[in-house]
């Protein structure tokens, strides 16, 4: 859903300056961030990345002063993933006053605190993967040593920022307008190539996965190769920055 949120986010921007306010540099929060980076590349290769990390996963002043400062340095676009509404409160208190900054809530439907600001989000819906564990250990066929890697196919992970829509409907009409040319659809509106791989990735990885190759890092090693797809092993050790992300990943 990042991967999505970034092809939002790179058609809209005016100053191809994205942002994203990260809790903490870990496997998980790094491939949020590249996703994000390379839907914005897929439709915009001129839009870049810059990360603020404020090592927590719930630090509204953190996450308020990260996000003020990625608008300051001219980014017009946020995503994070931090646990609480700071960014998408940023992002409307700027569209109020007249600055247009789109926001992406995480995990969550934020779009309802952010109604002029929120472009969409990514939603998490673990419920069916608990129901399919427990019916398994009630009927005896639990295997406790099975991950259990639910995405877009099963409806664990979703696209929007509300529970109805997608899009932010204030965005849609925007995103229908811009047009671009793909190699699989011809040319398409920014809003249908967007619903298309959306509708793809509900059919599985094998169909449409982001991390496609060729996938280079920020310092020119290639890291998937042109053909390949990130194993499930790789994304949930990736420690790089894709190559339209800015500076480099904390140690610490």
Not at 4 to 10: F, K, V
Request: one cysteine or more; glycine letters at 8%.
């Amino acid at each position: 859903m990042y991967y999505l949120n970034g092809m939002m986010a790179g058609i809209l921007t005016k100053s191809n300056k994205l942002g994203y306010v990260a809790a903490y540099p870990i496997p998980e929060l790094i491939r949020h961030i590249d996703a994000y980076a390379l839907g914005a590349k897929a439709v915009n290769p001129d839009a870049t990345v810059d990360v603020k990390w404020i090592y927590a996963w719930y630090g509204p002043d953190k996450a308020k002063e990260a996000a003020e400062a990625l608008i300051a340095e001219g980014c017009d676009a946020l995503a994070f993933t931090e646990d609480s509404l700071a960014v998408v409160e940023v992002g409307q208190a700027h569209c109020e006053k007249g600055k247009q900054i789109y926001t992406f809530s995480h995990y969550s439907t934020m779009q309802a605190y952010g109604k002029d600001s929120v472009f969409s989000g990514q939603r998490m819906d673990w419920g069916g993967m608990y129901a399919k564990i427990l019916k398994d250990i009630h009927e005896g066929t639990w295997d406790p040593s099975q991950d259990v890697w639910w995405l877009a196919k099963e409806k664990a992970a979703i696209l929007g920022g509300s529970p109805d829509e997608a899009v932010n409907t204030k965005f849609v009409e925007p995103l229908k307008q811009a047009l671009i040319k793909t190699e699989q659809f011809g040319e398409v509106s920014a809003y249908d190539l967007i619903m298309k791989r959306y509708e793809q990735m509900k059919q599985g990885v094998e169909v449409f996965d982001p991390f496609m190759g060729p996938v280079s890092d920020n310092k020119g090693e290639i890291k998937i190769k042109e053909g390949e797809r990130a194993s499930k092993d790789d994304l949930l050790s990736m420690m790089y920055f894709v190559d339209n992300v800015k500076g480099e990943i904390p140690n610490n």
